[in-house]
């Protein structure tokens, strides 16, 4: 994701796998992000993106959360009414992804 990301021309910052929610707040903070993505194949979204988006209001950081992997799409309106901004499950088409993107850069 990172690579297809950069290829359309963003700046991205990738932190790894297996970040706990304050080294990514802080990454946010630091880099005055507009954008956090997490990848989740794990099954552990909804641990992490509470644990994020509690930091990050403590923090009053303000981006937008986008989460992909696997997630299950009875999901995804649960998860954006908690402040997920977009939801990619695995075998969302690649366009669609980056046409979100695109559409936050020209907002």
């Not at 994701?1 to 802080?26: F, K, P």
């Amino acid at each position: 994701m990172a690579r297809l990301l950069r290829d359309a021309g963003h700046e991205v910052i990738y932190l790894g796998r297996r970040q706990n929610a304050n080294s990514v707040i802080r990454a946010a903070i630091d880099e005055d992000v507009d954008v956090v993505g997490l990848s989740i194949l794990s099954g552990t979204h909804d641990v992490i993106i509470d644990q994020i988006l509690e930091a990050a209001r403590e923090q009053g950081v303000d981006f937008r959360l986008v989460v992909g992997g696997t997630i299950l799409r009875s999901e995804i309106s649960s998860l954006k009414d908690r402040g997920v901004s977009a939801v990619f499950p695995v075998g969302t088409p690649l366009v669609e992804i980056t046409d979100w993107f695109e559409s936050v850069v020209q907002r």
